[in-house]
C-alpha cells in the first residue's frame, strides 16, 4: 500500500471552527500510525474522511499517486472501493449472525469461491484465537472476544489499511493489555498500514511506530514515539504526553525556583532566546540531601516532600520548591519522607525550554574547536 498523503483538508459542518481546520499528513506505508489527541480534537473525523465516510470541505487526499478524494476536482472513492478496512469502537457485530458469519461476511460480499473463503476465515480465527467460539453469537462472548472477532472480520477481507477507531476504550484494563499486544503483533506478521485514533497517550507511545498529536484539527507533531516524549514540539505536546504529567516552570521574574535553574536554562538555548517556560520530566528529577552533593552542571533548587505515593513497582514524590508542587518518579524507594528538606536537580540535556508562545527552543549548537 502506498503513503496515505492529506493535503489541506478541511472538515466544515456548518459552524465555526471547523473541526478540521488545515491538515497536512503523510501515512508512510507500513507504518502504524496513532491518531493522538483530546476528545474533539477531529482525530475521528480525520480517519472517517481517509475511510471514504466523510467527505472533506476542501483539501486532497491521496494514496500513492491514486487521488480518492479531491473537493476542487470534484473526484471521490467510495468506501468500499478504497481498499481499507474501519473497525469501530463498538465492534458492530451482526448480532443475528455466528461469528463464523461474522468472519465471513465481506468474503461473501466479495463472491470469493467457498475453498478460498474457507481456508482464509479458518486461518484469521486461528490467528486471532477465537475459532472455538466459531458457532457462537456475539452476545455469548465477552468484550474481548467480541474485539478480536471484530478484528478478524477486516483481516479476512486482507485490507491494505486497517482503521481503528478507539477499538480498546470499551475494555478492561487487563484486556486492553492483551489487545495491544494482539495489534502489535497483527501488524508484525500481515505487513498493513495501520492507523489508529486514541485519546490514551499511554496506548499511542506503546503501539504506534509514528504519532501525530492533534489539537482542535491542527497538527501539532507528528514523529516517532520517542521523538514525541522527549523533544515535544510545543507545550501542548509536553503536557499531552506522560504521566505522571510533565513539570513546567514558568520563567517569569521575581519566582524562586525560576531563578534558582535560569543560569542553567539560559546555557541550554541560543544566546538571546526569549524563555517563557521549562518542562522536565517526572524521571528526570533527582534527589540529594545538600547542594553539596549536585553535580556543578546540573540545574537545582531546595524543596520540600509533601507526599510519597506507591504505585506498585515505582514511586511517585510530591515536592514542594519556591511555592511551586513538582512530581518525581522513580524505581527506587525512596528514602526521603514527608516533611524533610531536601534538593532536588536535574541534568541540563532533559530541559525542555519554550519560548513565550510555548514552541521548543532549538537547543544550543557546541562549539566546535580544532
Known amino acids: 500500500m502506498p503513503a496515505i498523503t492529506l493535503s489541506g483538508i478541511e472538515k466544515n459542518y456548518g459552524a465555526a471552527p471547523s473541526a478540521v481546520p488545515n491538515l497536512n499528513l503523510t501515512i508512510p506505508d507500513g507504518e502504524f500510525v496513532c491518531l493522538l489527541g483530546p476528545s474533539g480534537c477531529g482525530k475521528t473525523t480525520t480517519l472517517r474522511m481517509i475511510a471514504g465516510l466523510e467527505h472533506p470541505t476542501r483539501g486532497r487526499i491521496q494514496v500513492g499517486e491514486k487521488v480518492v478524494d479531491d473537493v476542487a476536482t470534484g473526484v471521490f472513492v467510495p468506501a468500499e472501493k478504497r481498499g481499507m478496512g474501519l473497525v469501530f469502537q463498538n465492534y458492530a457485530l451482526w448480532p443475528h449472525l455466528t461469528i463464523e458469519q461474522n468472519i465471513e461476511f465481506g468474503l461473501r460480499l466479495r463472491k470469493v469461491a467457498k475453498k478460498t473463503l474457507e481456508a482464509r476465515v479458518h486461518e484469521v480465527m486461528s490467528t486471532m484465537g477465537i475459532e472455538k467460539y466459531r458457532g457462537r453469537y456475539p452476545s455469548e462472548l465477552s468484550g474481548g472476544q467480541q474485539q478480536r472477532v471484530a478484528l478478524a472480520r477486516m483481516l479476512a477481507v486482507n485490507p491494505e489499511v486497517l482503521l481503528l477507531d478507539e477499538p480498546l476504550s470499551n475494555l478492561d484494563a487487563r484486556l486492553r493489555l492483551e489487545m495491544r499486544s494482539e495489534l502489535k503483533r497483527i501488524h508484525a506478521q500481515y505487513n498493513s498500514t495501520v492507523v489508529l485514533v486514541t485519546h490514551d497517550q499511554w496506548e499511542a507511545m506503546t503501539l504506534a511506530t509514528r504519532i501525530a498529536v492533534l489539537n482542535e484539527g491542527e497538527l501539532q507533531q507528528e514523529g516517532t514515539p520517542n521523538e514525541i516524549y522527549e523533544q515535544p514540539a510545543n507545550r501542548f505536546v509536553a503536557e499531552f504526553v506522560g504521566n505522571p504529567p510533565?513539570?513546567?516552570?514558568?520563567?517569569?521574574?521575581?519566582?524562586?525556583l525560576a531563578r534558582d535553574i535560569g543560569d542553567v536554562v539560559s546555557r541550554v538555548v541560543e544566546p538571546g532566546s526569549e524563555v517563557g517556560s521549562v518542562g522536565i520530566r517526572p524521571e528526570s528529577l533527582r534527589l540529594a540531601d545538600s547542594i553539596d552533593e549536585v553535580p556543578l552542571e546540573a540545574a537545582a533548587t531546595s524543596a520540600t516532600v509533601t507526599g510519597i505515593l506507591p504505585t506498585g513497582g515505582s514511586w511517585i514524590i510530591e515536592l514542594n520548591a519556591g511555592g511551586q508542587n513538582l512530581f518525581m518518579s522513580t524505581s527506587d524507594q525512596p528514602e526521603a519522607v514527608p516533611g524533610s528538606s531536601v534538593t532536588v536537580w536535574t541534568k541540563p540535556k532533559y530541559l525542555n525550554?519554550?519560548?513565550?508562545?510555548?514552541?521548543?527552543?532549538?537547543?544550543?549548537?557546541?562549539?566546535?574547536?580544532?
Open 353 to 370: 525550554v519554550f519560548d513565550t508562545a510555548g514552541l521548543r527552543l532549538p537547543a544550543r549548537q557546541p562549539v566546535l574547536t580544532h
Open 246 to 256: 510533565i513539570n513546567i516552570v514558568e520563567m517569569v521574574e521575581g519566582d524562586p
